[in-house]
Nanobody, 123 residues
Framework: QVPLVESGGGLVQAGGSLTLSCAASGRTFVLASMGWFRQAPGKEREFVAAINWSGGSTDYADSVKGRFTISRANTNNMVHLHMNNLTPEDTAIYYC????????????????WGQGTQVTVSS
């Protein structure tokens, strides 16, 4: 088990920035690849970004590439999503997810999920 708790969501104006954090517990965190996904109202959950256990490999959805940065700190079991130049299209519930092994873009590859944190970007 890798219990996950997201934080850092909120309301921000277009063009602004937010940093989301995901706190993980359990000794297996350091071996886990971590992903961020989001789900907007009426839409399917979509991949945002992922990072492998060492932080040496990352992947981003085209829609966020160049604006979002994923990072992790294994010393305190944290993963962060730094979001810049936010647009109303980024409005969604953001979820942190974990899996053993390599990073994947498919949500069904991640067995562990947090409860999500709401991000709202006003125009």
């Amino acid at each position: 088990q890798v219990p996950l708790v997201e934080s850092g969501g909120g309301l921000v104006q277009a063009g602004g920035s937010l940093t989301l954090s995901c706190a993980a517990s359990g000794r297996t965190f350091v071996l886990a690849s971590m992903g961020w996904f989001r789900q907007a109202p009426g839409k399917e959950r979509e991949f945002v970004a992922a990072i492998n256990w060492s932080g040496g490999s990352t992947d981003y959805a085209d829609s966020v590439k160049g604006r979002f940065t994923i990072s992790r700190a294994n010393t305190n079991n944290m993963v962060h999503l730094h979001m810049n130049n936010l647009t109303p299209e980024d409005t969604a519930i953001y979820y942190c997810a974990a899996r053993g092994g390599n990073i994947f873009r498919a949500a069904h590859e991640y067995p562990y999920w947090g409860q999500g944190t709401q991000v709202t970007v006003s125009s």
